[in-house]
């Protein structure tokens, strides 16, 4: 089972920043895509931000040119910096492989409450 835990969250005002940070373990890390998401309470979780192997990034329409999605493989460990963060953005933020989620338990996540 692969294992990975974020780190990161917090509360913050509204346009302030945050930087989320997973850190992988059992899997060979430089050899997957991965991703963030988030769950609002009542929401269906939904893909934030995404990042191949070689370091191709994609972002949902509500996050461009505010959130960025970077990686370190030698410390197995993928980033997203979120600048500019709005009341929206509340939700519990996963890290897992993309397109496929190799983690089946997506874990507590790290919670990033965004206040006006």
């Known amino acids: 089972q692969v294992q990975l835990v974020e780190s990161g969250g917090g509360l913050v005002q509204a346009g302030g920043s945050l930087r989320l940070s997973c850190v992988a373990s059992r899997i060979m890390f430089s050899f997957y895509d991965m991703a963030w998401y988030r769950q609002a309470p009542g929401n269906q979780r939904e893909l934030v931000a995404d990042?191949?192997?070689?370091?191709?990034?994609n972002y949902a329409d509500s996050v461009k040119e505010r959130f960025t999605i970077s990686r370190d493989n030698g410390k197995k460990t993928v980033y997203l910096q979120m600048n500019s963060l709005k009341p929206e953005d509340t939700a519990v933020y996963y890290c897992?492989?993309?397109?496929?989620?190799?983690?089946?338990?997506w874990g507590k996540g790290t919670l990033v409450t965004v206040s006006l």
């Open positions: 990042i191949s192997s070689g370091g191709a990034t």
């Open positions: 897992n492989t993309h397109p496929l989620p190799l983690r089946s338990d």
